[in-house]
């Protein structure tokens, strides 16, 4: 029987919401685990997450870990102390709170964002590089990609604002695939974050410091020219992908979604002053690709071109049809709209985003993952539930 031409039309598009013209084109069996951006907000609501696929087993099951922005310091920080885990005989890391939770909650109670940028201002090097110093200062202690583990492999994505496209920071090689590839790169892992969530235009861009010879010939598509590998100015993963989702959708057959971002609300009364009015189009802009992307990814899961799930800091509980949820009562559209920062956030906040990433993300893996899987007895952390509904 012939697909009709429409929705014919709608599986090739979902079939390829990515551009990637790196190698390994072939889907293959294997998890991908995507972490989008959104601040400090993202970074709590994705260790909610992380905390429900430790007890399901499935952080062992990871081949990539994908990561933009506010995602990549959740993801920077397991890479970092992957070798803190310490699994179990049901692939559950009993060392998890100590090597994940607490460095998170730790830099959640830290401003970051203002005192890079008045560092950045009044003293030498620029707001990115004050960034980088800090995530290191907090969370990484001098690590390169070249400590980090074989597998899963991490990936963190920042955007190449000369080339237009991703910037991908990993242990094997450093690529744009305009600009080139570099092969075992010794950046500072703090460097691949803070690029990843250098948010413009305050945080943004982080140039880097390479040579020619740095790269492999014949590596880039059209732009492997001195011009753009000497110097390359790197912006926030999100400006181009704010899913992280091209590293991972034609690499692996499970694609597992985490979206803590934002949300446009309408605004009628629009500043005619061009810092608001900046915001206020960088808002619409980031709306519109987070739409295109979640709109190609979970075409994709339903057309079954790839087994997975997607989650969000704005998803309904009752949307996802989970015969016995979690009973998640506090104000879920009032933690999605936790201000995008890196800034202190107050501690039971920081644990009410946890429970609701932890909460959400239960819900969707056991509805399309794992199913039959019997529901959690508790929240990461009960105490803080605030009972606004019913």
């Known amino acids: 029987m012939n697909v009709p031409e429409a929705r014919e039309d709608a599986l090739v598009e979902a079939a390829t919401p990515v551009h990637d013209d790196a190698p390994e084109d072939a889907a293959k069996p294997g998890v991908a685990l995507c972490l989008s951006g959104g601040g400090y907000r993202a970074m709590l609501f994705h260790l909610g997450a992380l905390w429900r696929l430790n007890e399901l087993g499935w952080l062992p099951k990871l081949d990539r870990v994908s990561s933009v922005s506010g995602g990549s310091i959740t993801a920077g920080?397991?890479?970092?102390?992957?070798?803190?885990?310490?699994?179990?005989?049901?692939?559950?890391?009993?060392?998890?709170?100590?090597?994940?939770?607490?460095?998170?909650r730790g830099l959640a109670g830290e401003t970051l964002d203002v005192f890079a940028g008045l560092r950045g201002i009044f003293l030498p090097g620029s707001i990115a590089d004050k960034l980088a110093d800090s995530y290191d200062n907090h969370l990484f202690d001098g690590a390169t990609l070249q400590d980090l583990p074989e597998r899963p492999r991490f990936v963190f994505n920042a955007t190449n604002l000369q080339s237009g496209v991703l910037w991908r920071f990993s242990k094997p090689y450093m690529w744009d695939y305009r600009v080139g590839k570099i092969e075992k790169p010794k950046q500072r892992l703090a460097v691949a974050v803070a690029a990843s969530s250098a948010f413009p235009p305050f945080l943004s861009p982080l140039r880097l410091k390479l040579s020619e010879s740095d790269y492999v010939p014949n590596t880039g598509d059209d732009l492997q020219t001195p011009e753009y590998m000497t110097h390359p100015a790197l912006s926030d993963g999100g400006v181009y992908d704010n899913l992280g989702l091209e590293t991972a959708w034609k690499r692996y057959d499970t694609i597992l979604v985490s979206d803590g971002g934002g949300h446009f609300s309408h605004n009628k009364n629009v500043k005619?002053?061009?810092?608001?009015?900046?915001?206020?189009?960088?808002?619409?802009?980031?709306?519109?690709?987070?739409?295109?992307?979640k709109k190609q990814l979970i075409g994709g899961l339903k057309a079954g071109l790839r087994k997975g799930a997607y989650w969000g800091i704005w998803s309904e509980i009752a949307k996802f049809g989970l015969d016995a949820p979690l009973d998640f009562r506090d104000d879920a559209d009032a933690l999605a709209r936790t201000p995008t920062r890196l800034a202190k956030t107050d501690p039971r906040l920081q644990e009410r985003i946890v429970n609701w990433?932890?909460?959400?993300?239960d819900t969707a893996m056991r509805r399309w993952v794992v199913s039959g899987t019997p529901k959690p007895t508790a929240f990461p952390y009960p105490a803080a539930r605030v009972c606004r509904r019913g």
């Open 272 to 293: 005619t002053n061009w810092p608001l009015q900046a915001r206020l189009v960088l808002g619409v802009i980031d709306s519109q690709v987070r739409a295109m992307r």
């Open 357 to 361: 990433g932890y909460a959400i993300c």
């Open 77 to 104: 920080v397991l890479a970092r102390n992957w070798n803190m885990l310490g699994f179990d005989g049901a692939n559950v890391a009993q060392g998890f709170e100590r090597a994940v939770v607490d460095p998170i």
